[in-house]
C-alpha cells in the first residue's frame, strides 16, 4: 500500500479500537501480526458497498451494455497492472 508501517499501526489501531479488526501474533513468527476483519467490520463494508452500487445505477444507466462492459474490462486491466507494479 506504499505507507510506512507506522502509519499503518495508526490505522489499524483506530480501526481495532471501532472493533472492526482485531489483530494477533502470527503462530509462527511472533514478530508478525494478523489482522482478522470482524463481524461488525464485515458488516460496515457491507453497508458501504450497498451505499456504492444504489449511487452507481444512474451514471452506470448512461452507459451502453457495450460501454460497460469495456468500461468493467478496463477496470480490472488497471487493477491487475497495479499488483504487477509492487
Given at each position: 500500500m506504499n505507507?510506512?508501517?507506522?502509519?499503518?499501526?495508526?490505522?489499524?489501531?483506530?480501526?481495532e479500537k471501532e472493533h472492526w479488526v482485531t489483530r494477533s501474533l502470527?503462530?509462527?513468527?511472533?514478530?508478525?501480526r494478523l489482522v482478522q476483519l470482524t463481524e461488525p467490520g464485515l458488516s460496515f463494508i457491507r453497508t458501504v458497498?450497498?451505499?456504492w452500487q444504489e449511487r452507481l445505477v444512474a451514471p452506470f444507466s448512461t452507459l451502453t451494455q457495450?460501454?460497460?462492459t469495456t468500461l468493467v474490462e478496463l477496470l480490472h486491466k488497471l487493477a491487475d497492472a497495479a499488483k504487477i507494479d509492487r
Open positions: 505507507v510506512r508501517p507506522s502509519t499503518m499501526s495508526q490505522m489499524l489501531d483506530r480501526l502470527a503462530p509462527d513468527d511472533s514478530r508478525v458497498e450497498a451505499v457495450h460501454e460497460q
